[in-house]
């Protein structure tokens, strides 16, 4: 298992200057250095036997004697005439050295060849410090899964791609919201955003379609020979389908009752209590969807009692890799007598007690893969998210 930092954390062996408490840094402040003593002042120029050179008006080293006066070789030396430039007043106008007016030319003129010095081959270092440090993105999303994660059974995590929405009154229309960021940002839990809608037009589902056909084809084809362990392969993908009818009844608390069945023989297949825990928004400008990540409860209940609150008939394609399972799901719900159709994608984390405690491990500061296994599942939604058409 390769060695993983602990990036948050100095090295064992690293000698770094403490971060000062206060908001200002000190004019005379000094940092330690191998072999010189940092209360000493360093002389303008030192020589290699640690003596200061003296230098003579004409910028040459004087040699000196026993009694500091320059040697009698160095004082023999005739030095050389001052240089005295030719006053030209008039030019020759029949003389061949005058200078010709240039010719207009629409080439630009080439430039020299610029030469570089080419690298050492060799392994480069993940820092000066020789450490990597760990991606904030990463960090803040796996301390939010450990911190909802830890000391809850039958945990559900997700990633769903949608859009973030501005707060909405009633009567406003819908609009994205737009922060100035160049990059993925996590907005805080306290910062107000209106509903995250979680579906998509249909020639950005059909294209996601398409790239995860690819992808599940071309690890098929590759796998003979194949091996677990080598990364370079792909690992195999298992696709399958599944039409289910969620009919949705009303929970106390922050949770609601789904009965699924089997649309094509009405056989019930699964009647789960889900509850929200929590909600992670990482708003992505610049592409064409946003992603948030949820963690929620699914715990297994007996059958409800009344009227159902809605009923969304899915029909799902569900490829499942390594860490996650993607599904892409065509919904028609029914609520109110008033029928909808939207197009969503959610990546389901396949294993999540395996998740998190490898994320126990790093917490123990024992070697571990949660970073690892973070950035494939945050990778995984950033990949489908970059190959969306707009």
């Known amino acids: 298992m390769p060695y993983t930092p602990i990036h948050d954390r100095p090295p064992y062996f690293g000698n770094i200057p403490a971060r000062p ?135 559900e995590v997700e990633v769903k791609l949608g859009q973030i929405s501005t707060p909405v009154e ?26 995250f809608r979680s579906d998509m037009s249909k020639a950005q589902h059909t294209s996601l379609n398409q790239l995860l056909n690819e992808a599940t084809a071309q690890s098929h084809a590759s796998r003979s020979g194949f091996d677990l362990a080598d990364p370079a392969r792909p690992y195999p993908i298992k696709f399958f389908r599944a039409r289910q009818a969620d009919t949705f009844y009303a929970s106390p608390g922050n949770s609601k009752t789904r009965v699924s069945r089997d649309m094509a023989t009405g056989e019930v297949v699964a009647c789960i209590k889900k509850r929200k825990v929590a909600d992670l928004n990482v708003a992505n400008g610049l592409e ?44 028609k719900q029914l609520s109110n007598g008033n029928t909808t159709e939207t197009f969503e994608v959610e990546i389901e984390v396949v294993n999540v007690p395996a998740l998190i ?20 599942i945050l990778d995984s939604a950033r990949i489908l998210i970059r190959n969306i058409v707009r």
């Not at 270092?125 to 039958?154: H, K, Q, W, Y």
């Not at 907005?187 to 955003?193: C, R």
């Open 357 to 376: 405690a490898e994320g126990e491990k790093e917490l123990r500061g024992e070697p571990n893969q949660y970073d690892d296994m973070v950035t494939s």
């Open 21 to 155: 408490t206060h908001g200002y840094l000190s004019p005379t402040q000094r940092y330690a250095s191998p072999d010189i003593d940092p209360s000493v002042p360093l002389p303008h120029a030192m020589s290699a036997d640690g003596t200061s050179p003296r230098y003579d008006r004409s910028g040459e080293t004087a040699s000196h004697g026993s009694n500091g006066e320059p040697s009698h070789a160095q004082a023999s030396v005739a030095r050389p005439a001052a240089y005295q430039p030719q006053r030209r007043d008039r030019e020759d106008p029949t003389s061949s050295a005058r200078k010709r007016p240039r010719e207009e030319t629409d080439e630009p003129a080439a430039a020299p060849p610029r030469t570089h010095r080419p690298l050492v081959p060799e392994p480069i270092r993940g820092s000066f410090f020789g450490m990597t440090a760990r991606n904030p993105v990463t960090r803040t999303i796996g301390e939010f899964l450990l911190e909802m994660c830890r000391g809850r059974n039958d945990v």
């Open 170 to 195: 009633s009567g406003q229309r819908w609009k994205r919201i737009s922060l100035p960021a160049m990059t993925e940002l996590i907005l805080p839990a306290d910062f107000k955003v209106g509903p």
């Open 288 to 331: 064409a969807l946003d992603f948030r990540v949820s963690v929620s409860t699914e715990e297994s209940c007996e059958m409800p009692e009344g009227q159902p609150l809605m009923t969304r008939e899915k029909d799902r394609a569900c490829y499942r890799h390594q860490l996650v399972q993607i599904d892409l799901t065509f919904v």
